[in-house]
């Protein structure tokens, strides 16, 4: 069976008994990340070694914070006030980690026809389109010069995408839509500013997966990242993020062609919002 799980945030004890509720079998059974592995959590290491120890029967996506922790973990970064990273900055294996995270981390997949994100896409992505883009960010990571771009990859600008962008202002401008899009205009121009729920939308702007000329918008799709939303179980659209770093639940959906099942266990609440 094949589930897609919202954020963990180094909530590993919560992953543990997701992993029991869903009677995960490794030999049976796959988990896709939908990207947010650590950080904020209480056990960013514990969750990483869980993670691995389950091989290829789970895979991820790399979100926002995972990247943050690849910035920092190469010096380009101090951690912020609310990060919880430093057992896996002081972990013996740390350059395995960001090693493991930067050569198995995918940036978008396409799995049992469900095309999944950490954050959304702009309105001109179509599914080829974004993993194509996707697949630029996955491979200047696994690159020898990937410290660099990653000090290139902060910052809001540009506030619009265009398939004309070049050098630093392309990665960034990817990657701010795959890990932290939540609002955008119909011409792909971002509010990376707003974080509320879908009714906060500035004037101009909309959740990315209504706008109602989406290249996508055939396409079912699954995403993490916007704990503020909740769960949406539709035919065609997982929000997955159900904030269990901030006390709520940690949500895994069955996507593999049968019956849709929702599993959801509780999580400790580790974060004030």
Not at 109 to 128: C, E, I, K, Y
Not at 189 to 210: I, Q, R, S, Y
């Amino acid at each position: 069976m094949h589930y897609f799980v919202g954020d963990l945030q180094g909530c590993c004890e919560g992953l543990e008994r997701l992993l029991k509720a869903l009677d995960f079998s490794p030999s049976r059974d796959h988990l896709l990340v939908l990207g947010d592995l650590i950080n904020r959590g209480p056990a960013s290491l514990a969750t990483l070694e869980r993670l691995q120890a389950l091989g290829g029967a789970a895979t991820f996506l790399l979100g926002n914070h995972d990247l943050n922790f690849l910035a920092v973990a190469a010096g380009l970064r101090k951690p912020g006030k609310r990060d919880t990273l430093t057992e896996l900055l002081h972990s013996p294996q740390r350059d395995a980690w960001v090693d493991w995270l930067r050569h198995q981390g995918r940036l978008a997949d396409l799995q049992q026809g469900w095309l999944a994100v950490h954050a959304g896409v702009v309105p001109s992505w179509n599914t080829r389109d974004t993993l194509a883009y996707a697949g630029e960010i996955e491979a200047a990571l696994r690159g020898p010069d990937y410290v660099p771009l990653l000090a290139q990859m902060y910052g809001d600008a540009p506030e619009r995408w265009q398939p004309s962008l070049t050098g630093a202002a392309r990665f960034r401008a990817i990657v701010n839509v795959l890990t932290r899009i939540r609002f955008c205009a119909a011409d792909d121009t971002l509010d990376l500013v707003t974080k509320e729920g879908a009714d906060a939308a500035p004037p101009g702007f909309k959740p990315w997966f209504d706008q109602p000329h989406r290249a996508t918008a055939s396409q079912p799709m699954a995403f993490g990242h916007w704990s503020t939303l909740g769960l949406i179980n539709r035919a065609d659209l997982l929000a997955l993020d159900t904030g269990c770093v901030w006390g709520g639940p940690l949500t895994a959906v069955r996507v593999d062609g049968g019956r849709r099942e929702v599993v959801q266990v509780p999580c400790a609440q580790a974060q004030r919002p």
